[in-house]
């Protein structure tokens, strides 16, 4: 049974950081990621990570903050999180797909954490 259980959510201030972390059980997947939705908006991608070139992608509104990074090893993918907004306030989601092709719409992706909330007080 396939089960990504996201760990590392809580409330920061404003230029905070925060360590997302991600521990996937079943198969080694070669695409993880991160999506996150904030209310009343559609969940966004932010951030995916390759296996095997270990090749990264990220959404414009976080390039050059968060740091996706994965433990092949420990089937765990990580979302480090600096110099953190209030916009940066949703749900965040670990995702997984068994391509190893990022992919930037939820619709790539077959696996789903359940969510972990960040949020960021101004």
């Known amino acids: 049974q396939v089960q990504l259980v996201e760990s590392g959510g809580g409330l920061v201030q404003a230029g905070g950081s925060l360590r997302l972390s991600c521990a996937a059980s079943?198969?080694?997947?070669?695409?993880m990621g991160w999506f996150r939705q904030a209310p009343g908006k559609e969940r966004e991608f932010i951030a995916a990570?390759?296996?095997?070139?270990?090749?990264?992608g990220y959404a414009d509104s976080v390039k050059g903050r968060f740091t996706i990074s994965r433990d092949n090893a420990k089937n765990t993918v990580y979302l480090q999180m600096n110099s953190l907004k209030p916009e940066d306030t949703a749900v965040y989601y670990c995702?997984?797909?068994?391509?190893?092709?990022?992919?930037?719409?939820?619709?790539?992706?077959?696996?789903w954490g359940q969510g972990t909330q960040v949020t960021v007080s101004s």
């Open positions: 995702t997984a797909r068994t391509v190893g092709i990022i992919g930037r719409y939820t619709g790539a992706y077959s696996y």
């Open positions: 990570i390759t296996d095997s070139a270990g090749s990264t």
């Open positions: 079943g198969p080694t997947f070669s695409t």
